[in-house]
């Protein structure tokens, strides 16, 4: 664990005691059985934006507490723990990124007060295809007397069913892959021409595809620059990123806690399962990797409170190695577990699904270790 | 010297910068990593002037307290000092077992008398010690030790073998754990410290796979060693053994950023990409090969952020600093990793043995390779760290709880 200020360590404290309390696995459980389509319980959303986890990085004039993101990372990984569905980490940290470090203060006023007030689910429509390749833009928005006509259809939109407002990349100008021609818009989801289908997906959160036709929006949509949105739009991943791996590391800590109950107290051959040397190396392989992830997941969201230059590379970094962990850490409690870790009635196979999901957001594996090579110049 | 608090760092680091230049000779600017040759010390008057100098200020072990001779530095004052001798390319001669495990163990665990006559030459560099642990049938299982020490009223009667003594045939002195009760296993065992020039004591060098002897069989018949060279308690040994081998994993691990005996520096891409090439967007140009340095750098840089985080966290006292248990496992492997992919990335020019085809890194190479397979075995083997984690961290049931005890 990162060393904390002593504000943080309360954040965390709460978050810890919040989500044990009110937000167990049995919560979320509840919330995938009902099918709503929001994906999430808009009640426990309510009270986590009641408690400021919605403002965490926002700036206080605009009713945030600019508390960085290593601190909003700590609420995630509380949440990741209990597999807490929220659009906390769709809009309050990605949505919201992108209105701040892109937005005009007209912007910046529009939506980042509601943002932190959990009023408004600002989400990116980033995805086209099954695979996050974030340079590949067909969605075309273009130039008319009044602003823009936007059309195309994005996927994989977290929260997509939920949100209010898109942060949409689109290509006004350039080749299909190219960096250059891509541009940001702040979208209304209730625009005319806007039609959203919810996402039914394994780890049952509320992802949607949302088609844009012939939408029209005015010059003020624009987010960013025109064309040059690239680095806009890479400075929000990586936000993102950062705070998904906190949330992956909470998820596979607590999948690893449970499956180390589960060796202290499962009988066979007339003793703990844990007594067993083979197992035990399993656990310790995964003990060593989550303290190697922890690290690569802190320095991340450290590097991104203190502007470090490294931010991309320590960014892939994280995301690689933490999914890389998950990964393993979820497979292991579904084997160590048994037949039990296969019925729906255990929590295994919720981080499982959960993990997948989590992996392949904002890029998975190895879209990242990819990145992380090009990057240092190999 | 000062007592440099957090606000007078800079200053401190100014004095140090002067120092340096003054004291460091510049014949040896970056040569740290070529005096690792079975620790022979060079006879070139510049290098041991730099020891001299290094040892009179007591920064070779620059937080050791100043009673013994250390540099009497803060953690914070110590890593300044590091940083600084990195920019200008100044490296520590002093080290060794002295400095890495039985220092600070000793200062530990030793009463006064032995702190003020053992320390202060490990500060100086002008004795060297070596570590009897291991015997053949004591490797992982170390507490099943044989040496046998007896009382003899006014001294000390040693009898046995040890093995995998590092560097014996130059040492001055020995730690070792001798077996003083033959009725109990872990509470039998003592704490002893030997002058390797006692009659009865014999070194044989044992020859490695890497053509390298930097381990000795060492033997002990009849060696009487006075009664005051028991550091601790009769039948503590073992507690003190526990600490140091802690010293010696924390060590050990260190060389997960390079690895020892690999002359090649920097980036293993950087080396890839010189040997294998590179395609016309500048990737590395063997997909299968570039998948697997990146895993490499990967895992290397989330090692040196476990690192920098567990120091980070030691300084705060923030609580129990999990992080350490599982470096020595994950540095080891970043080092026999590399040596891999340094092997396989030089190809056929990384598997000369010998002669003047081949480049002294490339020879270095291989033998750095060989050498390396002891990281994972020594100081603990993989298997034991696995152990301790299972049982000390995740607090799983010893299997082995039947016969330990």
Request: proline share 4%.
């Amino acid at each position: 664990m990162a060393v904390l200020t002593e504000e943080q360590s309360m954040l965390r404290d709460a978050a810890r005691t919040w989500t044990r309390e009110k937000s167990p696995v049995s919560a979320f459980r509840k919330v995938r059985d009902s099918g709503a389509p929001l994906g999430y319980d808009p009640a426990a959303f309510a009270e986590m934006a009641e408690m400021g986890w919605t403002g965490v990085i926002i700036p206080e004039e605009y009713g945030g507490s600019d508390f960085g993101y290593l601190s909003l990372g700590l609420i995630l990984e509380e949440t990741g723990r209990t597999l807490t569905a929220s659009p906390i980490l769709s809009s309050a940290l990605a949505g919201a990124s992108a209105i701040i470090l892109g937005g005009t203060d007209a912007q910046k006023e529009a939506w980042l007060p509601k943002i932190a007030a959990g009023e408004v689910v600002a989400t990116l429509a980033i995805d086209e295809g099954a695979h996050h390749r974030p340079n590949h833009v067909a969605v075309s928005a273009s130039a008319t007397d009044a602003g823009y006509t936007l059309s195309g259809t994005k996927t994989f939109v977290l929260d997509g069913m939920a949100a209010s407002v898109f942060v949409v990349s689109a290509r006004t100008d350039g080749a299909v892959d190219g960096k250059f021609g891509i541009s940001l818009f702040l979208v209304p989801a209730d625009a005319k021409g806007v039609s959203r289908k919810a996402l039914k997906l394994a780890d049952s959160r509320g992802a949607a595809i949302v088609t844009f036709d012939n939408v029209a929006l005015g010059a003020d949509a624009l987010l960013g620059p025109q064309n040059e949105g690239w680095d806009l739009l890479e400075q929000t991943l990586d936000r993102a990123r950062a705070g998904l791996s906190a949330e992956m590391l909470g998820s596979a800590v607590q999948a690893f806690e449970t499956t180390l109950d589960y060796l202290k107290t499962r009988v066979q051959f007339g003793q703990v399962i844990g007594a067993f040397q083979a197992l035990q190396h399993r656990a310790a392989k995964m003990f060593t990797d989550l303290e190697l992830a922890r690290s690569c997941v802190e320095s991340a969201l450290t590097a991104i409170d203190n502007n470090a230059p490294d931010v991309k590379e320590l960014v892939s970094l994280a995301k690689a190695k933490m999914g890389d962990t998950l990964h393993l850490v979820s497979n292991e409690m579904v084997q160590m577990h048994g037949g039990i870790g296969m019925t729906d009635a255990h929590d295994a196979g919720l981080y499982l699904k959960r993990a997948r999901a989590a992996e392949a957001t904002y890029g998975g594996q190895s879209f990242h270790r990819d990145r992380f090579a090009r990057l240092q110049g190999y | 010297m000062a007592d440099f608090g957090g606000d007078d760092l800079e200053t401190f680091r100014a004095e140090a910068r002067d120092w340096l230049s003054a004291n460091f000779p510049a014949s040896l600017k970056g040569k740290g990593a070529m005096m690792y040759n079975e620790g022979v010390t060079p006879s070139n008057p510049d290098f041991k002037a730099w020891v001299k100098a290094m040892g009179d200020k007591g920064w070779g072990v620059p937080t050791w307290p100043k009673a013994y001779g250390g540099g009497g530095l803060s953690t914070a004052q110590a890593r300044a000092l590091q940083q600084e001798m990195n920019a200008v390319g100044a490296w520590s001669p002093i080290g060794g077992m002295g400095v890495m495990m039985f220092g600070p163990t000793l200062l530990e665990y030793g009463n006064e008398e032995q702190k003020q006559r053992h320390i202060p030459p490990i500060v100086r560099a002008e004795l060297r010690w070596c570590q009897g642990f291991s015997e053949p049938g004591a490797g992982s299982d170390l507490a099943s030790l044989q040496t046998k020490c007896e009382d003899k009223g006014d001294h000390w009667l040693v009898n046995g073998q040890k093995i995998w003594t590092s560097g014996a045939q130059w040492a001055d002195w020995c730690f070792c754990l001798v077996r003083t009760d033959t009725t109990k296993k872990h509470e039998g065992i003592s704490f002893l410290l030997i002058d390797m020039r006692t009659p009865g004591v014999e070194t044989r060098p044992i020859r490695l796979i890497s053509g390298n002897s930097p381990f000795c069989e060492t033997f002990f018949t009849d060696v009487r060693v006075p009664k005051e060279n028991l550091v601790g308690p009769l039948g503590g040994g073992w507690t003190i053994a526990k600490r140091l081998l802690q010293h010696e994993r924390s060590g050990l691990a260190g060389g997960g950023g390079g690895g020892r005996g690999n002359l090649f520096t920097g980036p293993i891409s950087e080396l890839a990409k010189a040997y294998v090439g590179v395609d016309t967007v500048g990737r590395i140009d063997d997909p299968d090969l570039r998948s697997r340095v990146i895993q490499h750098e990967i895992d290397a840089k989330a090692f040196q952020l476990t690192a920098m985080r567990s120091m980070a966290e030691a300084k705060s006292n923030s609580g129990p600093n999990t992080a350490t248990s599982i470096m020595k496992n994950a540095g080891t492997k970043v080092a026999q990793d590399r040596h891999e992919l340094t092997l396989e990335i030089l190809g056929a020019q990384g598997l000369g043995w010998e002669g003047d085809t081949f480049k002294a890194e490339e020879l270095a190479a291989v033998r750095g390779w060989l050498g390396g397979k002891a990281y994972t075995i020594y100081g603990g083997s993989a298997e034991i760290q696995n152990n301790i984690i299972s049982k000390r961290i995740l607090d799983l049931p010893d299997p082995l709880a039947a016969t330990n005890h």
